[in-house]
């Protein structure tokens, strides 16, 4: 057996080369039959799988679960469930007492654990069961935990909603900016901060017409002069632009704005968007660009037969620089509407 696991090991190679006897399970040979059949029961399970075992709930898990692991994998194979996840323990350990006393089982959906597996604070949502599981003797000695990571669906509900806000006879009828901002601002766990930019054809310059910001999001002056340079760079060009770490954004969140042109066409409203995108976490920036993009389309679009006929060019900057493992937050009071 290798003192050090190799990284790339798969999890039923590390069940075999793992130095269980430097843990409390003992060797493997040792092992309750039981246990053993466990063991090969998990690494057999299509979702990603562990088992919790003996009074120190020592770790054995599937390639699925080493995949929400992270950095984790491959050395918290066979390590306790504190030492291994010291981040979500206060929370998860008193539901496995619950199973263990009581022999019962415990079930959690889309529950909101925060965690640390990339380097960063992650946003992540879970659903998951614990069922008992009994030694040769029939007594409650380990925990069966399958898991399903539902992130995305949450995160796609959570934008859903945004959307829902712009139907027609949820909007306000003031302007396309200011249905489109509104609706965003009830979501700054995606969209912390939006701006809009409008071509001003007298003053021959782009004016901000309106933007939303949540306390922690509002932008320094240097962010704003930085913003302002690639928005008028994606106006003149016709190309979205990507600032790259604002510098009066806190270290550890994300750092980077999204600048894309808007169109617009005679007799309608501005067309196009631009998102929020955090380099922490490249696919709910992808959602959240489209769910900004159909936020200004879809206000457009019911504002587009009241609209005169004037064609406009503008640029539109969003910024999050909130880290992933910030709890959602609904309330739209927290985001403050301003202009310059």
């Known amino acids: 057996m290798t003192d050090s696991p190799p990284k790339t090991a798969d999890t039923r190679t590390l069940l075999q080369t793992t130095h269980w006897s430097r843990t409390p399970l003992g060797p493997l040979a040792g092992w309750p039959r039981t246990l053993r059949g466990y063991a090969e029961m998990v690494m057999a399970m299509p979702p990603p ?7 120190e709930q020592t770790q054995i898990y599937n390639d699925g679960y080493a995949a929400i692991l992270g950095p984790r994998h491959p050395g918290a194979m066979g390590m306790s469930y504190r030492e291994a996840w010291p981040d979500t323990y206060p929370t998860i350990y008193p539901w496995m007492c619950h199973v263990l006393d009581t022999g019962g089982t415990w079930t959690v959906e889309r529950a909101l654990i925060p965690v640390t597996r990339h380097g960063f604070d992650e946003e992540t949502y879970f659903t998951f069961t614990f069922s008992p599981l009994r030694d040769d003797d029939g007594r409650i000695a380990g925990i069966l935990q399958p898991v399903f990571e539902v992130g995305e669906s949450v995160f796609a509900d959570r934008r859903a909603e945004t959307l829902r806000l712009l139907v027609p006879e949820r909007q306000s009828g003031v302007s396309p900016v200011e249905d489109a901002l509104a ?5 700054p766990a995606d969209l912390p901060f939006a701006r809009v930019c409008l071509w001003n054809a007298e003053a021959g310059r782009l004016e901000t017409t309106g933007a939303i910001a949540t306390p922690d999001a509002t932008p320094s002056a240097a962010d704003l002069a930085a913003l302002d340079a690639a928005a008028v760079a994606a106006w003149t060009d016709t190309a979205s632009r990507f600032v790259d770490d604002l510098p009066a954004v806190a270290a550890g969140l994300a750092r980077g704005a999204l600048v894309l042109p808007l169109e617009g066409s005679p007799g309608a409203a501005p067309r196009g968007a631009a998102s929020s995108i955090s380099p922490t976490n ?10 900004s993009l159909r936020c200004w389309r879809t ?4 504002r587009s037969r009241r609209s005169a006929p004037r064609p406009r060019r503008c640029g539109w900057a969003t910024r999050t620089i909130r880290g992933c493992g910030a709890p959602a937050r609904s309330s739209r009071a927290r985001c403050a509407t301003w202009r310059s």
């Open 49 to 55: 799988a562990i088992i919790f075992w003996g009074p």
């Open 282 to 291: 490249c696919a709910r920036s992808i959602a959240a660009r489209t769910t």
């Open 183 to 187: 609706a965003m601002a009830g979501n």
């Open 299 to 302: 206000s457009c679009a019911t």
